[in-house]
């Protein structure tokens, strides 16, 4: 484990990119792949990418590469994919009914397990089959479920107040949609995703 915390957050938010190109060598039926070719496939220096697995374990063997089955296995128990992995979502409004439809297509045994609101007129209809509750419901509702992870998609306002809720819940990772900084105690997670600032960004390479 100590390794393990080593880990540099560039390192694992690289694993996810390695395994959906290896999963799709698995649906080619491709069974060897080396360093080089994953490089130039998802433009990563095939260096980086063998520093990158090298950190978790030796799984090459050198002049034939990587064994894709075998790789695939690895990195999902890695990134702790090959549990069920329930996540919460709090807001249903239009980017969050967008995600729980996405429920359906997500095949990493991760999947959303409760969806949270505060709108009277929301609370009692279903997304995806899911009951949408009231706030007051999630923390019983995420220890009951063995919740660990939430994605928030509320306005940035509530934010800091659902994260609140959310970290007293005993959830340990949360994925931010809000346009909003939020503040949490060291041993919870917080990622971003800002769409606004990913195409601001962008707008910098037009020309």
Request: glycine share 6%; net charge positive.
């Amino acid at each position: 484990m100590s390794k393990e915390r080593k880990i540099s957050e560039a390192v694992v938010r690289r694993l996810p990119i390695y395994l959906r190109y290896l999963t799709y060598l698995q649906q080619v039926e491709v069974s060897t792949v080396s360093s080089q070719q994953m490089g130039k496939h998802l433009d990563v220096n095939p260096a980086q990418i063998r520093k990158d697995l090298a950190a978790f374990g030796d799984f090459g063997r050198k002049g034939i590469g990587y064994d894709v089955d075998y790789l695939v296995e690895n990195i999902r128990q890695i990134l702790k994919l090959n549990s069920e992995i329930r996540v919460a979502l709090v807001g249903a409004g239009h980017l969050g009914h967008a995600i729980s439809n996405y429920n359906v297509y997500m095949n990493d045994n991760m999947r959303i397990a409760a969806i949270f609101d505060n709108d009277p007129g929301k609370l009692g209809t279903k997304i995806a089959g899911i009951l949408i509750q009231p706030l007051e419901e999630l923390e019983q509702t995420i220890k009951a479920k063995n919740i660990r992870l939430a994605i928030m998609t509320v306005p940035a306002a509530a934010a800091q107040s659902v994260c609140d809720l959310l970290v007293e819940a005993g959830i340990k990772g949360i994925l931010n949609f809000a346009p909003t900084t939020i503040r949490a105690p060291k041993h919870v997670r917080i990622h971003y995703a800002d769409v606004t600032s990913n195409l601001q960004s962008l707008a910098f390479y037009l020309t």
